[in-house]
């Protein structure tokens, strides 16, 4: 059965980046039927949605994010990253790595998050 | 972006009551609507996807419904394991992809 951990500091300093990495277990990443992605939620709040990773290397980033953010994989190391730069203390929230099933037969596919890590909290502070 | 909106925000059942939580979409999105349950400290969970479509393992009580701009989440009978907050999320058009703001069931 597919799992997803999250790992990485704690706390960053303001300015500085950010930097999770999510290791897959018990499955492939290397698969085109599922993408790889981050969501975040800040402290008593909703979920963002952050950024997602296809197989082909293809990454869409959450425009608000977008020019700080990258996301990359590593199959041979079975995990993928993100790195958020320039953090503030609005990046503070428990960041969680997921896999959606990508379905469908005409564009736009159909994406749903189907195995979620258990996130990882960071705390943006100096 | 696509804006979800969830209404209520919160509600308070009690078990065996039949709970219906809805979600607008600012523009159309067809059926590409996904609901999840979050229970406090954990990850979400899928519950529904294809606005209508049960997640393998999804107690049968759950349904989904809804095209265009317009859905809903229902419990038939609420059991004690259900009290927690449920998010709507659109893929339709993405990035980014979006969520509702959640709602929150608790105990009455």
């Known amino acids: 059965q597919l799992q997803l951990q999250e790992s990485g500091p704690g706390l960053v300093k303001p300015s500085e980046t950010l930097s999770l990495t999510c290791s897959v277990s018990?499955?492939?990443?290397?698969?085109?039927?599922?993408?790889w992605g981050w969501i975040r939620q800040p402290p008593g709040k909703g979920l963002e949605w952050i950024g997602s990773?296809?197989?082909?290397?293809?990454?869409y980033y959450n425009p608000s994010l977008e020019s700080r953010l990258s996301i990359s994989m590593d199959t041979s190391k079975h995990h993928f990253s993100l790195k958020l730069s320039s953090v503030t203390a609005a990046d503070t929230a428990v960041y969680y790595c997921a896999r959606a099933m990508i379905f469908g037969s005409l564009v736009p596919y159909y994406y749903a998050m189907d195995v979620w890590g258990q996130g990882t909290t960071v705390t943006v502070s100096s | 972006d696509i804006q979800m909106t969830q209404s209520p925000s919160s509600l308070s059942a009690s078990v065996g009551d039949r709970v219906t939580i809805t979600c607008r979409a600012s523009?159309?999105?067809?059926?590409?609507l996904n609901w999840y349950q979050q229970k406090p400290g954990k990850a979400p969970k899928l519950l529904i996807y294809?606005?209508?479509s049960l997640q393998s393992g999804v107690p049968s009580r759950f349904s989904g419904s809804g095209s265009g701009t317009d859905f809903t989440l229902t419990i038939s009978s609420l059991q004690p394991e259900d009290f927690a907050t449920y998010y709507c999320q659109q893929s339709y058009s993405t990035p980014p992809e979006t969520f509702g703001q959640g709602t929150k069931v608790d105990i009455k």
């Open positions: 018990g499955g492939s990443v290397s698969s085109k039927s599922y993408y």
């Open positions: 523009q159309s999105i067809s059926n590409y």
């Open positions: 294809a606005a209508s």
């Open positions: 990773l296809f197989y082909s290397g293809t990454t």
